[in-house]
């Protein structure tokens, strides 16, 4: 193998890794972001009945979740 192909492989698989962390810190993003978002939301759709919430699409599994919430008081943003 040359040193060129040699040299053309490395960089491909050094771009690979740099771009496997990158999706991997993308995704810890967004699902912290999707966190935030659904403590803001869910004591304000624990307010609806079940019925309600399946309506608007929400499963079994997410509706259990949105009711665990019904105790937090409402966020207050400043």
């Keep these: 193998m040359s040193t ?4 053309a492989a490395w960089f491909r698989d050094e771009l690979e890794t740099i771009s ?3 999706a991997r810190v993308l995704e810890k ?3 912290h972001q999707q966190a ?4 803001i939301v869910r004591p304000y759709l624990a307010r609806l ?3 309600e919430l399946v309506e608007r699409g929400f499963s ?3 509706i259990a979740k949105i009711k665990a919430a019904s ?3 409402l966020p ?3």
Excluded at 4 to 7: A, P
């Design 36 to 39: 935030k978002a659904d403590a």
């Design 76 to 78: 207050v943003h400043v």
């Design 49 to 51: 009945s079940e019925g």
């Design 4 to 7: 060129l192909t040699q040299s």
């Design 60 to 62: 079994r599994t997410e």
């Design 71 to 73: 105790g937090q008081p």
């Design 29 to 31: 993003i967004a699902d």
């Design 20 to 22: 496997n962390a990158a």
